[in-house]
């Protein structure tokens, strides 16, 4: 079948594929643009779309696409084609920005017009271009490149530490690892109490085998401080793709020197374990690695990249499935033979039918996927997330109103300026088929966490981002422009980075060594309760606790589970943990009725109870 499909295109003038390409496109913004005046839509309000007639617009587009055919057999349209394309968005976006006007919004459709009438002016740079030979390796650079990355290990290993040290890890998400961990290493499976109120896989929550990867090294040392260290260790694995790449792209040394150093700056990287280890932080290494196969045509990294992505979470296969949509397009249009098309295929069959099977497990047997982070475009009540589809392809506009949202603005500035804008910079506009992670996952959600630099959804969008930086980068010529820009975006990195991480990084080392002996006390009075027992807690009290069979949170815990715990530990401080129990004063009523008694205490902070 693939030899067929290459065989049929390989006959074909050059540009067949392009030129359907951009007439699907353009007949499809010509459908939007008609239903649009037909149907106003109202960008703020999102019941205003489902006025929008899908059928409507999929007829129109089918009728435009006929004509555009039966006008190419005339005679050259490419360059009419191109300008109707530039006309029709430059149309559709004055239509809502009347209706939905703001300021973000009128820059966002700016930058896209603009985008659109370059390609109008000069058409797909449909050039193979050609790898400059990167020369000799540098010891003096490798070294230094090592250096680096043992730099950030450090750096992230003691902020993260700290936190688990100085009590700022809570229950949700860290003492839930915590658990699942101490389960996977005394029984083998990832089981915990903590996260749902009673015995659960959080496999039935999240599908994410990866973990099983540091298990070994867990055992080694299983306390929960050893978590944070191999997450650092994950990232600062990174290095080694992004500087084979950088080789491969034809980067002197220096060069990917340069680009690994701008990665370790780059504000949304360290920034993303200031909320602990995640299983998000496989997905920068992995997926570069993945790019590293695919650039060397190499099956085998190729295939072993690509599973361990899908592994590392149920939505690791949007990124995946990317990347083999880039892989398609870019081999079927620039003609690069027959294993692009393979190793796509077989990528994003792979990540389609991983998806459904992880899917349909947790709808079935675990919780279900997480829709309601899409909310601002579940138009219909559905939950579905194929209610998202339909509403971007109804109506392409909203998406782009959503992504340039004000509490937005400061994540687009964070991650985009410190690498300079080279992301958007090329004409290989295949190549935007990789900006995607970045805009559904980031920018389109409305759940505030998503487009924080302080979380753990930026780490799949920056392999992307960053691989385009790389490759945007190689294009530049002369070499002393590339340079230039190579060392400007470090600069904004580093600024960013000073800026926005380290204070945040050093306030948890800092409180560590100034109230050391405030939280040897707390240790210590904690100590009282012993290994294995069952026990409930206040949020920061759970990753301290984390490594036994039964923990419950105070918070989230019934009434029954946090009665049948043989010891519960409060923060006294904390009302909002015990606010169905009419606070700690309420709470601490009930468990004295019921059998408990005060066996330790520290300085009004910390109260532990035994039941007897």
């Not at 990832?190 to 973990?211: C, K, M, N, Q, W």
């Not at 700690?584 to 008694?597: A, C, D, P």
Request: net charge positive.
């Amino acid at each position: 079948m693939m030899k067929i499909l290459y065989d049929n295109l390989k006959t074909k003038p050059a540009g067949g594929l392009t030129s359907w390409v951009r007439r699907l496109i353009l007949s499809w913004l010509a459908a939007v643009t008609i239903e649009h005046f037909l149907a106003p839509v109202e960008l703020t309000d999102l019941e205003s779309l489902s006025r929008i007639c899908a059928g409507r617009i999929v007829i129109v587009a089918a009728l435009v696409l006929t004509g555009l055919w039966l006008l190419s057999r005339l005679g050259s349209t490419a360059r009419a084609e191109r300008w109707a394309m530039a006309g029709i968005f430059g149309v559709l976006a004055c239509g809502c920005l009347a209706g939905s006007f703001t300021w973000p919004f009128l820059v966002a459709c700016i930058l896209v017009l603009g985008i659109v009438c370059l390609y109008a002016l000069r058409g797909w740079d449909g050039s193979r271009g050609k790898r400059v030979p990167a020369g000799s390796e540098s010891r003096c650079f490798v070294l230094l490149t090592a250096a680096a990355a043992l730099a950030f290990f450090l750096f992230v290993s003691v902020w993260t530490v700290c936190r688990v040290y100085s009590f700022s890890t809570p229950t949700y998400d860290f003492g839930i690892f915590a658990q699942m961990f101490h389960s996977m290493k005394t029984t083998g499976l990832p089981i915990t109490t903590v996260e749902r109120d009673g015995p659960l896989s959080h496999f039935a929550v999240h599908v994410s085998p990866i973990y099983y990867l540091l298990l070994p090294f867990y055992r080694l040392a299983p306390v929960p401080a050893t978590l944070q260290v191999l997450q650092a260790a994950v990232l600062a694995s990174a290095a080694l793709p992004m500087w084979k790449l950088g080789k491969y792209h034809g980067l002197p040394p220096a060069a990917r020197l340069a680009l690994c150093g701008l990665l370790f700056l780059y504000p949304a990287y360290a920034g993303g374990t200031s909320y602990d280890i995640h299983e998000n932080a496989f997905l920068t290494p992995l997926i570069l690695w993945l790019f590293y196969g695919i650039d060397r045509k190499n099956g085998l990294i190729t295939a072993a990249a690509g599973i361990l992505t899908l592994m590392v979470k149920e939505d690791a296969a949007v990124y995946a499935a990317v990347v083999a949509l880039w892989l398609l397009v870019k081999t079927l249009v620039r003609r690069e033979g027959k294993w692009g098309v393979a190793a796509g295929s077989a990528l994003l069959a792979g990540s389609v039918l991983w998806f459904a099977a992880v899917t349909g497990y947790l709808a079935q047997s675990g919780d279900g996927v997480m829709t309601y982070r899409y909310n601002n475009f579940i138009y219909d009540g559905s939950a579905s997330l194929l209610s998202v589809v339909k509403a971007v392809l109804m109506c392409p506009m909203k998406a782009v109103f959503e992504c340039v949202d004000s509490e937005k603005l400061k994540f687009i500035s964070l991650t985009l300026l410190p690498l300079l804008g080279l992301p958007l910079m090329t004409r290989r506009y295949e190549r935007y088929i990789l900006l995607i992670p970045y805009v559904l996952v980031n920018l389109m959600s409305d759940y505030q966490y998503q487009h924080s630099i302080f979380f753990q959804y930026t780490y799949g969008s920056t392999a992307c981002l960053v691989y385009l930086t790389l490759v945007n980068l190689a294009d530049i010529r002369p070499k002393s422009r590339r340079l230039a820009a190579l060392a400007a975006a470090v600069c904004v990195a580093a600024v960013c980075f000073g800026a926005q991480v380290l204070p945040k990084a050093v306030k948890y080392p800092a409180n560590c060594i100034r109230y050391s002996g405030y939280y040897d006390a707390l240790r210590e009075t904690l100590s009282v309760i012993p290994e294995g027992a069952s026990a409930a807690a206040t949020t920061y009290y759970t990753t301290y606790l984390s490594q036994r069979d039964t923990l419950y949170d105070v918070r989230y815990a019934s009434r029954d589970h946090l009665l049948s715990c043989e010891y519960v530990a409060l923060n006294v401080t904390d009302e909002k943990s015990c606010k169905a129990y009419g606070g700690v004063e309420g709470l601490t009523e009930l468990l004295e009725q019921e059998g408990y008694e005060l066996i330790a205490a520290y300085e009004g902070r910390l109260e532990i109870y035994q039941r007897k």
